[in-house]
């Protein structure tokens, strides 16, 4: 039975390489899709040590190795496949004749698997994140790159094609994911020890902002969830 998280957490990381595979081949929903699933063996791994209380220092670290294949290098490679796609490169990665300043372009997104890993380090070291964030979480990171692609693929706003097809935003959502994740802005855990509504109003409020706007904007609505988590958290931290 105690090996039953680490077991989780592995197919977090299987999950992610597919992932990884697919975004090579430019197939970015369907790795998008796999970041997903890699996003729910996540929770589950942690919901399975604490249900078992299995915790251990390889769970720990194999944890943080798997977020890092599936929530850094994953969504960074489906930006440089969103990059390529914005600049008209039929295929970025086996181009040899690009000018440096495309290739810079192109080689962007190394700078969120490192500020992923970066992230990572940080939480495994830093005690005073058990009950609060420091910096934008991995996974909140990947949910925002994928959660762009679906919307996307699954809706016909015009915003959404407009901001998928503009290098400039894609640089930009680039930027600020790496810092936001090395930054220490003190973001809410989703963790819920109770559930009484004392001590869980950030929370709740969230779900509920999630919920109402699923409901309106139906699959669209997924790219609010990581501003409303943003914003929830100022609120919470400034009534603090």
């Known amino acids: 039975m ?5 077991l989780i957490t592995c197919l977090n990381l299987a999950a992610g390489f597919i992932s990884i595979l697919f975004a090579v081949n430019g197939k970015i929903v369907t790795a998008s899709w796999l970041i997903l699933a890699a996003m729910i063996f996540d929770f ?3 919901f399975s040590a604490r249900l078992l ?3 251990s220092d390889i769970g720990k670290e194999l944890d943080s190795l798997a977020d890092a294949v599936s929530f850094g ?5 489906i930006i440089y496949q969103l990059l390529g796609n914005s600049l008209s490169l039929t295929a970025p990665m086996i181009a040899s004749n690009l000018q440096p300043a495309i290739l ?3 080689m962007s997104p190394v700078i969120m698997i490192i500020c992923a890993a970066l992230r990572l380090a940080k939480f495994n070291t830093d005690s005073s994140q058990t009950s609060s964030f420091r910096g934008l979480p991995t996974p909140a990171s990947a949910l925002i790159v994928i959660s762009l692609v679906i919307a996307w693929h699954y809706t016909e706003i015009d915003l959404m094609n ?8 894609l640089l930009i959502l680039t930027l600020v994911l790496s810092l936001l994740m090395v930054s220490r802005i003190p973001l809410l855990s989703l963790k819920f020890t109770h559930f009484r509504l004392k001590g869980n109003e950030g929370r709740y409020l969230l779900i509920l902002l999630v919920a109402l706007s699923l409901a309106i904007m139906g699959i669209a609505a997924a790219t609010l969830i990581i501003p409303f988590y943003l914003i929830v958290s ?6 603090k």
């Not at 290098?73 to 490679?77: N, Q, S, V």
């Not at 407009?162 to 935003?169: K, Y």
């Not at 100022?234 to 009534?239: A, D």
């Open 2 to 6: 105690k090996h039953i998280p680490n």
């Open 44 to 46: 589950l791994d942690g």
């Open 53 to 55: 209380k299995a915790y």
């Open 73 to 77: 290098a994953a969504p960074a490679i």
């Open 104 to 106: 810079m372009i192109l």
């Open 162 to 169: 407009r901001f998928i097809g503009s290098t400039t935003a």
């Open 234 to 239: 100022l609120l919470s931290t400034l009534i």
